[in-house]
């Protein structure tokens, strides 16, 4: 498309280089740019004065005419169409007072930007034909969020310099207005017309800015019969629509991309989007650290009369170490887990589709490696910070900037100390993020909770199945809180190693305000690659969003038995159990496996407990250490054997019954006593004396199906019971 974006780096990249092979194979779509669109490689600070011009009139969303300087500042609501704009005369070092008493309009720019203290601008001229550098619209951004004020320009800057992701034009700009300093802002090109001009490319092609897309088909872009919106501003609340009129070939992709039944590669990938620019752009994200940018923050061109679309980017303001900037950190704003890594591509059809495919992962660790050794070495990235340093610091180091840096440190001499430290620590930021890739990609996928479904006394979880990308087996920990930070102290119900994607359980907790989370490990290393779900929480009560937890509410209480006199004979027939209430493990194991319980009773009366069980095949009595017990007798996960939410005291493995002496995670038991014990075929029960556990009141039981043991890699089966 056109020609090269700059046929010496092209050169120098596959013929002069030590690379012996590339992932980025030359294709008939590769998009390319022009020579010479980018600004001078020595970067400045611009000079900006913007001079109001107030004139008669309202200032209303269908007449701007009196708008102020202050009716722009005071514009922070984005959810309705008015956006006032003041007329202004703009000067700048390289655009000469033309003695007009205005020549452009100065608005709000930015969404949350807008609540902030120091704004962002948009500056548009009046004439289409007396444009600034080529362009008719001045994006001015405060990036009050980065700490560092240059992660979008050295992100942009470094794109410009790498084939296939076309990147923006910047500036550091010194804006006064009303010849008041308003500090550092940096000048982020517009895409729009002028953009496409720039680059030749036609001007009428369409181009759409992602506002919460994810490539499937809603009611809000729907078309008419001349592939028009039904509703424009319906449809720019997934799709801000930059340039172009019709718009039936973005129905069509949207239709292929979900089309299952189709080959992703050739009627998808190959049709309708450009495998170099998409892995160059999903590249540049991860090793940027780009994890904002699932279903919104890029552009997507369609050139006109083409089936084709790019990606395009935009905003990188939470980019380049983000993650480990110290406010970021203490305010726990870090990026969930299931964005980091290939891990953001899962939110979107398109993306999910990529990563199912047999060959995906392969190509995308080739890509990332292949931009890091050779556009985004140490070395390369220094060049470009240690180029602006000497421009900002002066500028932020004073006010207004420097009484509004995003730290928390107190004192001038703090705040200095870390912007510097973070400023260096751009440099190393793209190993750090290649390094979590690494890592990351060996966790399954986010996945989808669903409300809790209470039928009677019972209560069924359903979660989405956990996709793991090496095909290794996932397994799902199940955790029930009152609270949503989900402390160890306020988990009421957990259980782990559940195999399949429900599960049912008697409720047995008062009633109230609950959250469940459920964690899908990877069997191979459990500890290490884990995902949450895509679930997120968050209300006025806690500062931060609570991710992969969904709420809930349950209007009965559970019960708990009282001791009475039973007349329970421990000779494995299940007659003396009949009146006893039961729990019911929906967790069926398939294949069949040894230890799958089925059903479990507890009794008590005031000298022993009694637990009975029922398997779903029959109980092998030489090893019915399969079938083991732990006992919590303080109702305190932090005491005893750490196992999910309970701390257990005591442990029966067959007819021992053990007593433990650890420090809550070591092997530590101390055999007590052998208690009564019989089994008929599937069925058992046991009882256990009181004074041998403490005379406790309160339990908590873990069935614990120890098939692991049985048989390599069989998934253990756990049930929880809670009588007290």
Same mark, same amino acid.
């Given at each position: 498309?056109?020609?090269? %974006? &700059?046929?010496?780096?092209?050169?120098?990249?596959?013929?002069?280089?030590?690379?012996?092979?590339?992932? =980025?194979?030359?294709?008939?779509?590769?998009?390319?740019?022009?020579?010479?669109?980018?600004?001078?490689?020595?970067?400045?600070?611009?000079?900006?004065?913007?001079?109001?011009?107030?004139?008669?009139?309202?200032?209303?969303?269908?007449?701007?005419?009196?708008?102020?300087?202050?009716?722009?500042?005071?514009?922070?609501?984005?959810?309705?169409?008015?956006?006032?704009?003041? %007329?202004?005369?703009?000067?700048?070092?390289?655009?000469?007072?033309?003695?007009?008493?205005?020549?452009?309009?100065?608005?709000?720019?930015?969404?949350?930007?807008?609540?902030?203290?120091?704004?962002?601008?948009?500056?548009?001229?009046?004439?289409?034909?007396?444009?600034?550098?080529?362009?008719?619209?001045?994006?001015?951004?405060?990036?009050?969020?980065?700490?560092?004020?240059?992660?979008?320009?050295?992100?942009?800057?470094?794109?410009?310099?790498?084939?296939?992701?076309?990147?923006?034009?910047?500036?550091?700009?010194?804006?006064?207005?009303?010849?008041?300093?308003?500090?550092?802002?940096?000048?982020?090109?517009?895409?729009?017309?002028?953009?496409?001009?720039?680059?030749?490319?036609?001007?009428?092609?369409?181009?759409?800015?992602? %506002?919460?897309?994810?490539?499937?088909?809603?009611?809000?872009?729907?078309?008419?019969?001349?592939?028009?919106?039904?509703?424009?501003?319906?449809?720019?609340?997934?799709?801000?629509?930059?340039?172009?009129?019709?718009?039936?070939?973005?129905?069509?992709?949207?239709? /292929?991309?979900?089309?299952?039944?189709?080959?992703?590669?050739?009627?998808?990938?190959?049709?309708?989007?450009?495998?170099?620019?998409?892995?160059?752009?999903?590249?540049?994200?991860?090793?940027?650290? &780009?994890?904002?940018?699932?279903?919104?923050?890029?552009?997507?061109?369609?050139?006109?009369?083409?089936?084709?679309?790019?990606?395009?980017?935009?905003?990188?303001?939470?980019?380049?170490?983000?993650?480990?900037?110290?406010?970021?950190?203490?305010?726990?704003?870090?990026?969930?887990?299931?964005?980091?890594?290939?891990?953001?591509?899962?939110?979107?059809?398109?993306?999910?589709?990529?990563?199912?495919?047999?060959?995906?992962?392969?190509?995308?660790?080739?890509?990332?490696?292949?931009?890091?050794?050779?556009?985004?070495?140490?070395?390369?990235?220094?060049?470009?910070?240690?180029?602006?340093?000497?421009?900002? =610091?002066?500028?932020?180091?004073?006010?207004?900037?420097?009484?509004?840096?995003?730290?928390?440190?107190?004192?001038?001499?703090?705040?200095?100390?870390?912007?510097?430290?973070?400023?260096?620590?751009?440099?190393?930021?793209?190993?750090?993020?290649?390094?979590?890739?690494?890592?990351?990609?060996?966790?399954?996928?986010?996945?989808?909770?669903?409300?809790?479904?209470?039928?009677?006394?019972?209560?069924? =979880?359903?979660?989405?199945?956990?996709?793991?990308?090496?095909?290794?087996?996932?397994?799902?920990?199940?955790?029930?809180?009152?609270?949503?930070?989900?402390?160890?102290?306020?988990?009421?119900?957990?259980?782990?190693?559940?195999?399949?994607?429900?599960?049912?359980?008697?409720?047995?907790?008062?009633?109230?305000?609950?959250?469940?989370?459920?964690?899908?490990?990877?069997?191979?290393?459990?500890?290490?690659?884990?995902?949450?779900?895509?679930?997120?929480?968050?209300?006025?009560?806690?500062?931060?969003?609570?991710?992969?937890?969904?709420?809930?509410?349950?209007?009965?209480?559970?019960?708990?038995?009282?001791?009475?006199?039973?007349?329970?004979?421990?000779?494995?027939?299940?007659?003396?159990?009949?009146?006893?209430?039961?729990?019911?493990?929906?967790?069926?194991?398939?294949?069949?496996?040894?230890?799958?319980?089925?059903?479990?009773?507890?009794?008590?009366?005031? &000298?022993?407990?009694?637990?009975?069980?029922?398997?779903?095949?029959?109980?092998?009595?030489?090893?019915?250490?399969?079938?083991?017990?732990?006992?919590?007798?303080?109702?305190?996960?932090?005491?005893?054997?750490?196992?999910?939410?309970?701390?257990?005291?005591?442990?029966?493995?067959?007819?021992?019954?053990?007593?433990?002496?650890?420090?809550?995670?070591?092997?530590?038991?101390?055999?007590?006593?052998?208690?009564?014990?019989?089994?008929?075929?599937?069925?058992?029960?046991?009882?256990?004396?009181?004074?041998?556990?403490?005379?406790?009141?309160?339990?908590?039981?873990?069935?614990?199906? /120890?098939?692991?043991?049985?048989?390599?890699?069989?998934?253990?089966?756990?049930?929880?019971?809670?009588?007290?």
């Amino acid at each position: 498309m056109i020609q090269t %974006k &700059n046929c010496l780096l092209l050169f120098i990249f596959f013929f002069c280089s030590n690379i012996q092979a590339t992932v =980025f194979e030359p294709l008939s779509s590769d998009i390319q740019e022009p020579l010479g669109i980018y600004y001078p490689s020595v970067p400045d600070i611009l000079k900006i004065n913007v001079q109001t011009v107030v004139n008669e009139g309202p200032c209303v969303l269908t007449d701007y005419s009196g708008c102020t300087l202050e009716d722009v500042n005071n514009n922070i609501d984005t959810s309705n169409n008015f956006k006032p704009e003041v %007329k202004v005369r703009f000067i700048a070092d390289d655009f000469l007072d033309d003695g007009k008493i205005s020549n452009a309009t100065l608005r709000l720019r930015g969404n949350s930007s807008r609540r902030q203290i120091l704004k962002s601008y948009r500056i548009k001229l009046d004439k289409k034909n007396e444009l600034w550098r080529g362009e008719r619209r001045l994006q001015l951004n405060k990036h009050l969020s980065d700490l560092t004020r240059v992660r979008n320009k050295l992100s942009f800057d470094l794109m410009a310099t790498i084939p296939h992701l076309p990147s923006l034009r910047t500036q550091f700009v010194s804006l006064f207005i009303n010849g008041i300093d308003h500090g550092l802002y940096t000048h982020v090109e517009h895409v729009g017309k002028e953009y496409l001009m720039l680059r030749d490319w036609d001007k009428d092609s369409n181009v759409y800015k992602a %506002k919460g897309f994810d490539f499937t088909m809603s009611s809000e872009l729907l078309l008419n019969s001349e592939g028009k919106p039904l509703d424009e501003d319906f449809f720019e609340t997934v799709l801000d629509i930059k340039r172009g009129d019709e718009h039936s070939v973005l129905l069509k992709m949207i239709a /292929a991309v979900n089309n299952e039944n189709n080959d992703f590669k050739t009627d998808v990938l190959d049709k309708y989007f450009n495998l170099n620019n998409f892995l160059t752009w999903e590249a540049m994200n991860i090793l940027m650290g &780009n994890n904002q940018v699932t279903t919104d923050n890029y552009y997507l061109l369609n050139p006109k009369n083409t089936d084709m679309f790019y990606f395009l980017p935009w905003d990188f303001d939470s980019t380049w170490g983000y993650d480990w900037q110290p406010s970021i950190v203490e305010g726990k704003f870090a990026t969930p887990k299931r964005y980091q890594g290939p891990h953001n591509l899962w939110s979107t059809a398109f993306g999910k589709r990529f990563l199912l495919q047999p060959e995906a992962l392969d190509l995308l660790n080739q890509a990332v490696k292949e931009i890091k050794e050779n556009h985004l070495t140490p070395e390369i990235i220094a060049s470009y910070t240690n180029s602006y340093y000497d421009l900002v =610091f002066p500028l932020i180091s004073q006010s207004p900037d420097l009484d509004n840096l995003s730290t928390n440190q107190r004192t001038t001499a703090a705040m200095f100390a870390e912007y510097n430290e973070v400023y260096q620590g751009l440099i190393d930021s793209v190993q750090l993020n290649y390094d979590r890739f690494l890592k990351s990609q060996h966790s399954p996928m986010p996945f989808h909770m669903y409300s809790p479904i209470l039928n009677e006394s019972n209560i069924l =979880f359903t979660w989405e199945a956990a996709i793991d990308l090496q095909g290794d087996t996932v397994t799902y920990d199940l955790e029930i809180s009152d609270k949503p930070e989900f402390a160890p102290g306020d988990i009421k119900f957990s259980i782990n190693n559940l195999t399949g994607t429900s599960y049912a359980t008697q409720w047995m907790l008062p009633a109230g305000d609950y959250f469940y989370k459920v964690t899908a490990r990877d069997a191979s290393n459990p500890k290490e690659n884990w995902q949450l779900s895509f679930s997120e929480y968050s209300s006025e009560d806690i500062d931060f969003i609570a991710n992969g937890i969904e709420p809930f509410t349950v209007d009965i209480s559970g019960h708990s038995p009282e001791p009475v006199s039973l007349d329970i004979i421990i000779d494995g027939k299940r007659k003396d159990w009949k009146n006893v209430s039961f729990w019911t493990d929906f967790n069926d194991i398939k294949p069949k496996k040894s230890v799958d319980w089925r059903k479990a009773w507890f009794a008590q009366d005031h &000298n022993n407990i009694y637990i009975a069980y029922l398997n779903d095949s029959k109980i092998l009595k030489n090893k019915l250490w399969a079938w083991s017990i732990y006992l919590d007798t303080d109702d305190n996960s932090m005491t005893g054997y750490q196992m999910g939410s309970i701390g257990a005291e005591y442990l029966l493995e067959g007819r021992f019954l053990w007593k433990y002496t650890g420090n809550g995670e070591d092997w530590s038991w101390e055999k007590i006593t052998e208690v009564e014990y019989a089994i008929k075929k599937k069925f058992a029960e046991l009882s256990i004396p009181k004074n041998a556990l403490n005379n406790s009141s309160k339990y908590k039981i873990l069935l614990y199906g /120890a098939n692991n043991y049985l048989d390599n890699n069989a998934p253990v089966d756990l049930m929880l019971i809670q009588p007290n």
